[in-house]
């Protein structure tokens, strides 16, 4: 069932850089089969920043996975449609992939020092870059290397000498932007690059991702659990719950109003830092559901939802359009939504 | 305001670390007072030394000098056997409930075991003071067969919280233990915890770096930063009109949700934290600290009165 309502007017919005339509993966082992992304469909535009946001499980890392091809086979089953321009990449050659990663698409990750090789120097990881993908060496290749770290904010040229180890964790999260943004990518995905750095250091490296999406005018898909960071960073945010889109809205609209129960139960379970007493916290009861691969009879959310009423246990709701660029996959009319509180 | 007795009480307490060729102070004189019933913060970036205090509290860290006094008695310094009546009083509740059950345990084994040790059950009735304590803790105690991975994370905590009530302490010293959840899990806990500190009138250390959680949970919040206290207030206090430079840069990097769209909103605190081996002279932050001036490099700044508590810059002075 595609129940996306393709955006592209035209006239009125630029080609999209990424278009995925349709995306599954399912993971089987001898016991069963869970579908861990259903049906995903949204765009990227040329440097437009997307949040991809949910909690754990939810298949926001899955879905970034599967746009490099970095599952495991045959573990993973990709299904669906993943354009990079006008290159398919679900299904795509190992060859025809690699050509794609770190050139036009980057990944940076959580965990800093399991993405840098214990054993090389910051030099030698950029040159094995710079090497196989530009075929840069010698003075050229130095050159770049010093040019990207001042862009990265790392001053100077002793930090090349350096194994991960000598630095810090936001310092070791500059070196992987730096090794991301090497070969010039169109897109940038951040899997929650700051979920493992104190405040203050995620303050300077979501400043630092500003500040090359503006310059550099490349597009990010910033997955990540936490509303506040994508509140900072992100020009449209999508949330997903079990596998799917549950909503997709601008940023300021989705946080100053959400039109998915989902949505809005997640800014209500989050503790505020700019309200007295942290504001009043309505825990979403119960767990997510465990994930399988068989079709779903009622919408996903509809065990733990405060607003789940009669229809929403006879089938799961089509996520539709529910005006300008917002979707939705409710069946609460919005006018509810809007005006009261559960 | 009347001063009730505090239920520990902390004095200059130093734990210091001797590694290849230096010596890094950890924690570095800190005083503080948690009255019974009442949630005190302990925040702070890594490193700053607040696990490691609270690891020095119940003798997982050896204290180097000071002291710290639960009800009035020494509770630092002692010998294994002097120190165990007090083990019980202080339970530690980590942030991986998964590391920290055991997998060969089934829950009821896990929560039987302290109920026994420290003579809070007796063979015969174990079994039902382990099912009060599972309900206590908002689990069915039908569950008590099963073993820890056969619960979600959130669940977990939950065992963990029910095995440090088990032996009725006074304290209970919460390290991040919702940084591994989920939000909406996340807010179970923190509930959970309000819940049963109203009901059984048990007093938290509650460390965590995550300020949001910090003004819900906490009555009083201590900031930490290279090893010592710089900010201590209550959580209002702190949260209005923090007083120590390195409070109002904390509290503006954090991303809010109210923040509008595309607003820069703030300027990021250059730098990163000192080590502890190497503590900046005079006052800890005045290389990161845009409004330094001649003194701050020179003099190391006390616990100066500020509303709410103290502050320790000469701002504030």
Same mark, same amino acid.
């Given at each position: 069932?595609?129940?996306?309502?393709?955006?592209? &007017?035209?006239?009125?919005?630029?080609? +999209?850089?990424?278009?995925?339509?349709?995306?599954?993966?399912?993971?089987?082992?001898?016991?069963?089969?869970?579908?861990?992304?259903?049906?995903?469909?949204?765009?990227?535009?040329?440097?437009?920043?997307?949040?991809?946001?949910?909690?754990?499980?939810?298949?926001?890392?899955? &879905?970034?996975?599967?746009?490099?091809?970095?599952?495991?086979?045959?573990?993973?089953?990709?299904?669906?449609?993943?354009?990079?321009?006008?290159? +398919?990449?679900? *299904?795509?050659?190992?060859?025809?992939?690699?050509?794609?990663?770190?050139?036009?698409?980057?990944?940076?990750?959580?965990?800093?020092?399991?993405?840098?090789?214990?054993?090389?120097?910051?030099?030698?990881?950029?040159?094995?870059?710079?090497?196989?993908?530009?075929?840069?060496?010698?003075?050229?290749?130095?050159?770049?290397?010093?040019?990207?770290?001042?862009?990265?904010?790392?001053?100077? +040229?002793?930090?090349?000498?350096?194994?991960?180890?000598?630095?810090?964790?936001?310092?070791?999260?500059?070196?992987?932007?730096?090794?991301?943004?090497?070969?010039?990518?169109?897109?940038?995905?951040?899997?929650?690059?700051?979920?493992?750095?104190?405040?203050?250091?995620?303050?300077?490296?979501?400043?630092?991702?500003?500040?090359?999406?503006?310059?550099?005018?490349?597009?990010?898909?910033?997955?990540?659990?936490?509303?506040?960071?994508?509140?900072?960073?992100?020009?449209?945010?999508?949330?997903?719950?079990?596998?799917?889109?549950? +909503?997709?809205?601008? &940023?300021?609209?989705?946080?100053?109003?959400?039109?998915?129960?989902? &949505?809005?139960?997640?800014?209500?379970?989050?503790?505020?830092?700019?309200?007295?007493?942290?504001?009043?916290?309505?825990?979403?009861?119960?767990?997510?559901?465990?994930?399988?691969?068989?079709?779903?009879?009622?919408?996903?959310?509809?065990?733990?939802?405060?607003?789940?009423?009669?229809?929403?246990?006879?089938?799961?709701?089509?996520?539709?359009?529910? *005006?300008?660029?917002?979707?939705?996959?409710?069946?609460?009319?919005?006018?509810?939504?809007?005006?009261?509180?559960? | 305001?009347?001063?009730?007795?505090?239920?520990?009480?902390?004095?200059?307490?130093?734990?210091?670390?001797?590694?290849?060729?230096?010596?890094?102070?950890?924690?570095?004189?800190?005083?503080?007072?948690?009255?019974?019933?009442?949630?005190?913060?302990?925040?702070?970036?890594?490193?700053?030394?607040?696990?490691?205090?609270?690891?020095?509290?119940?003798?997982?860290?050896?204290?180097?000098?000071?002291?710290?006094?639960?009800?009035?008695?020494? $509770?630092?310094?002692?010998?294994?056997?002097?120190?165990?009546?007090?083990?019980?009083?202080?339970?530690?509740?980590?942030?991986?409930?998964?590391?920290?059950?055991?997998?060969?345990?089934?829950?009821?084994?896990?929560?039987?075991?302290?109920?026994?040790?420290?003579?809070?059950?007796?063979?015969?009735?174990?079994?039902?003071?382990?099912?009060?304590?599972?309900?206590?803790?908002?689990?069915?105690?039908?569950?008590?067969?099963?073993?820890?991975?056969?619960?979600?994370?959130?669940?977990?905590?939950?065992?963990? %919280?029910?095995?440090?009530?088990?032996?009725?302490?006074?304290?209970?010293?919460?390290?991040?233990?919702?940084?591994?959840?989920?939000?909406?899990?996340?807010?179970?806990?923190?509930?959970?915890?309000?819940?049963?500190?109203?009901?059984?009138?048990?007093?938290?250390?509650?460390?965590?770096?995550?300020?949001?959680?910090?003004?819900?949970?906490?009555?009083?919040?201590?900031?930490?930063?290279?090893?010592? %206290?710089?900010?201590?207030?209550?959580?209002?206090?702190?949260?209005?009109?923090?007083?120590?430079?390195?409070?109002?840069?904390?509290?503006?990097? $954090?991303?809010?949700?109210?923040?509008?769209?595309?607003?820069?909103?703030?300027?990021?605190?250059?730098?990163?934290?000192?080590?502890?081996?190497?503590?900046?002279?005079?006052?800890?932050?005045?290389?990161?600290?845009?409004?330094?001036?001649?003194?701050?490099?020179?003099?190391?700044?006390?616990?100066?009165?500020?509303?709410?508590?103290?502050?320790?810059?000469?701002?504030?002075?």
């Amino acid at each position: 069932m595609s129940d996306h309502q393709p955006t592209d &007017t035209p006239s009125a919005t630029p080609a +999209e850089l990424l278009r995925i339509r349709d995306l599954s993966v399912t993971f089987s082992n001898r016991e069963r089969t869970v579908r861990a992304v259903d049906q995903v469909s949204f765009d990227i535009r040329p440097g437009e920043v997307v949040g991809l946001v949910g909690e754990s499980g939810c298949g926001k890392s899955v &879905t970034s996975l599967s746009i490099l091809g970095l599952h495991e086979r045959p573990a993973g089953r990709v299904t669906g449609s993943i354009r990079l321009g006008e290159h +398919e990449l679900v *299904g795509a050659s190992p060859a025809a992939l690699r050509a794609v990663r770190g050139n036009r698409v980057s990944m940076i990750f959580q965990d800093p020092l399991t993405s840098l090789n214990p054993y090389l120097r910051v030099e030698e990881q950029l040159a094995e870059v710079l090497e196989l993908h530009l075929g840069l060496r010698g003075p050229a290749a130095r050159a770049r290397m010093l040019e990207i770290l001042s862009q990265v904010g790392i001053p100077g +040229e002793e930090r090349l000498r350096a194994y991960p180890h000598q630095l810090s964790g936001g310092m070791r999260q500059r070196i992987c932007i730096a090794m991301a943004l090497l070969c010039n990518p169109e897109l940038l995905i951040a899997d929650e690059p700051t979920t493992m750095l104190d405040v203050t250091i995620q303050a300077q490296i979501l400043e630092l991702l500003r500040s090359l999406r503006n310059s550099r005018k490349m597009a990010i898909l910033f997955i990540t659990h936490d509303l506040g960071v994508v509140s900072e960073l992100c020009d449209r945010v999508i949330v997903m719950y079990a596998g799917r889109i549950v +909503e997709q809205a601008r &940023t300021a609209d989705l946080l100053q109003a959400p039109w998915h129960p989902y &949505t809005e139960a997640l800014l209500r379970s989050t503790p505020r830092v700019d309200l007295p007493g942290g504001g009043t916290l309505h825990p979403i009861g119960g767990l997510p559901p465990r994930l399988s691969a068989a079709e779903l009879r009622e919408c996903a959310f509809s065990p733990r939802c405060p607003r789940v009423r009669e229809g929403c246990r006879s089938g799961e709701p089509a996520l539709v359009s529910a *005006g300008g660029e917002r979707l939705r996959r409710c069946i609460v009319p919005v006018a509810e939504m809007i005006e009261a509180r559960p | 305001m009347s001063e009730p007795v505090p239920l520990l009480k902390v004095r200059d307490l130093r734990v210091h670390f001797a590694t290849e060729g230096s010596l890094v102070r950890a924690v570095d004189g800190v005083d503080l007072e948690l009255r019974a019933g009442e949630t005190l913060a302990l925040v702070g970036e890594s490193g700053c030394g607040k696990s490691t205090l609270a690891r020095a509290l119940v003798g997982l860290n050896p204290v180097t000098s000071g002291t710290a006094e639960l009800n009035g008695r020494t $509770i630092t310094g002692l010998t294994r056997a002097a120190a165990r009546p007090f083990r019980r009083e202080l339970q530690l509740v980590f942030q991986d409930p998964y590391a920290s059950l055991n997998p060969r345990f089934t829950i009821a084994q896990t929560l039987a075991e302290p109920l026994l040790l420290h003579e809070k059950a007796s063979r015969s009735n174990v079994d039902s003071k382990v099912c009060e304590l599972l309900a206590q803790v908002g689990l069915d105690p039908e569950l008590r067969a099963r073993y820890p991975h056969e619960f979600s994370g959130g669940q977990r905590q939950r065992i963990s %919280i029910a095995r440090a009530l088990a032996v009725e302490p006074s304290l209970l010293l919460c390290d991040e233990v919702t940084s591994a959840l989920d939000v909406s899990i996340q807010a179970q806990i923190l509930d959970l915890l309000r819940s049963v500190q109203q009901r059984l009138g048990l007093s938290y250390l509650f460390i965590t770096h995550d300020l949001g959680v910090v003004r819900y949970i906490a009555h009083r919040v201590a900031v930490m930063y290279v090893g010592q %206290i710089v900010e201590l207030r209550d959580t209002e206090s702190l949260f209005e009109s923090p007083a120590h430079p390195y409070t109002q840069a904390l509290l503006a990097s $954090i991303p809010r949700v109210s923040r509008a769209e595309g607003a820069p909103g703030r300027v990021p605190l250059g730098g990163e934290v000192p080590s502890p081996a190497r503590p900046p002279s005079g006052c800890r932050f005045h290389p990161r600290c845009s409004l330094a001036f001649d003194r701050c490099p020179k003099e190391q700044p006390e616990l100066y009165p500020v509303s709410g508590g103290s502050s320790r810059c000469f701002l504030n002075h």
